[in-house]
């Protein structure tokens, strides 16, 4: 966050001096609070919850004051609040005034207001559930001001501050929506489905068909199934909240299985079956369409034991013309779901790695289907080699026994030429 970072509990973040009267009073000229300067000015002291609920009612004049002074101001209005007896009375109302665009700080305003309210959150014990209803006032603030990237590196502590709070669910799941709004309001999509997915799992027993355990599984849905990133639906699925959708939103759970494992003709099945009923639900016609073409083709990669696809089986099952095989091939090799090669002068997509957008007993009997090719293909790779070897020992072995019959000849030729030149020798000294 920009001027602000989010930690553990700092007591000594402010430096304020002086008694709660004195301070109450400067704050209340300040903020010209005639109620709570009324309250201040009588002989018998006024309660001091009664003194700060003033001085919080009125602090929504802090938007007005000079840039230069706002800082100050708003920190000695927290310092006051947190004298409270019971700040969680007083804090929603003060972070949601400290919240409020600065008037005469248009450029800084967004980064001195999100100071405020990041000093409240860390005055706070770390173990303080109040900090989970400022922390809401501040997510709330980062959506108006999309200031999402301040949030992003304190996301993965966000489970154990919601454990050590230990608040109830329900306050637990609108912080998770809420995540997810200020995710989505920067385009980070799919931030915002994974904590729309963690707002879900919040759900147990009968809640799991309540009306808001619905609304959020559809909106869920309806993300998953648009995203141009996401493709596997697997744990989408798995969820109860979902789960329950095929009795109070069948179409969109027909929908949900379609996608997570069917293929093109399923889905214009599903359109002749429900027509008009996409475009009546403000669904992108173009973008499912486009969707369930990758997916089929995915599935078309990972159910072809020879890891070999035929040109024809493509234009078939994803209803294309043979020419835009190219675009298609490049299409779902960007999208994770294949990898591979287009061989255009065998006709073939050749699968190098695909993923499975299921894996259950039929995705298990293809992968069976696979290995017992493999097993085969590679016996016969072993018998070649084997024949291979055993011609290659016999061919050394004639080899051999070839040297062996040339060098007996040679020896036997050397005996008897020896044998000729000594019958020479002797004839020659008898004459002599």
């Known amino acids: ?13 402010l430096f304020v001096d002086g008694s709660f009267e004195d301070l109450s009073r400067e704050m209340a000229e300040y903020l010209k609070s005639d109620e709570a300067k009324q309250l201040l000015s009588e002989e018998k002291a006024a309660p001091k919850e009664e003194v700060l609920s003033k001085l919080v009612a009125a602090s929504s004049a802090l938007s007005t004051v000079p840039e230069k002074e706002f800082t100050a101001a708003s920190n000695l209005m927290i310092h006051l609040a947190m004298q409270s007896s019971d700040p969680k009375k007083l804090l929603p109302t003060l972070c949601s005034n400290l919240a409020k665009p600065l008037i005469n700080s248009p450029v800084h305003g967004a980064a001195l207001a999100l100071n405020a309210l990041v000093t409240v959150f860390n005055l706070l014990e770390s173990n303080d559930p109040v900090r989970a209803r400022v922390l809401m006032e501040i997510l709330k603030f980062l959506k108006v001001h999309g200031l999402f990237d301040g949030l992003r590196t304190y996301l ?3 489970p ?14 609108k912080i998770y929506e809420e995540v997810a709004e200020v995710a989505l309001e920067s385009g980070e999509e799919t931030i915002a489905y994974e904590f729309i997915l963690k707002a879900l799992r919040t759900f147990d027993g009968e809640g799991t068909s309540s009306e808001e355990a619905q609304r959020l599984s559809l909106r869920a849905l309806k993300m998953a199934i648009l995203s141009n990133t996401h493709f596997l639906f697997q744990d989408l699925r798995a969820i109860p909240t979902v789960q329950a959708l095929s009795d109070s939103q069948p179409v969109y759970s027909q929908l949900l299985d379609i996608f997570a494992e069917q293929d093109l003709e399923d889905y214009n099945d599903f359109n002749d079956e429900h027509k008009g009923w996409v475009e009546e639900q403000k669904l992108d016609a173009e973008k499912l369409h486009r969707k369930m073409r990758l ?8 159910t072809t034991p020879s890891r070999e696809v035929e040109y024809a089986k493509i234009t078939k099952a994803l209803q ?9 091939a490049i299409d779902v090799i960007r999208a994770g779901l294949v990898e591979g090669k287009l061989s255009q002068q065998r006709q073939m997509f050749l699968v190098h790695k695909v993923t499975y957008r299921v894996f259950g007993q039929k995705q298990y009997q293809e992968l069976a289907t696979r290995v017992d090719h493999w097993r ?19 061919a050394k072995a004639r ?27 002797e004839r020659t000294d008898n004459d002599d």
Do not use: C, H, Y
């Open 376 to 394: 085969s293909t590679l016996q016969n790779v072993l018998v070649v080699l084997q024949q291979e070897q055993a011609n290659a020992k016999a």
């Open 295 to 302: 997916l089929t083709f995915a599935s078309l990669a990972a």
């Open 399 to 425: 080899e051999a026994q070839e040297l062996e019959r040339k060098l007996a000849n040679v020896n036997v030729g050397g005996q008897e030429g020896g044998r000729r030149r000594q019958q020479q020798r």
């Open 320 to 328: 294309i013309p043979q020419e835009e095989i190219e675009t298609w």
């Open 1 to 13: 966050m920009p001027g602000a970072t989010i930690n553990g509990p700092q007591p000594q973040l």
């Open 156 to 158: 993965d502590k966000l």
């Open 160 to 173: 154990e501050w919601i454990v050590s709070w230990g608040i109830d669910t329900a306050l637990e799941r």
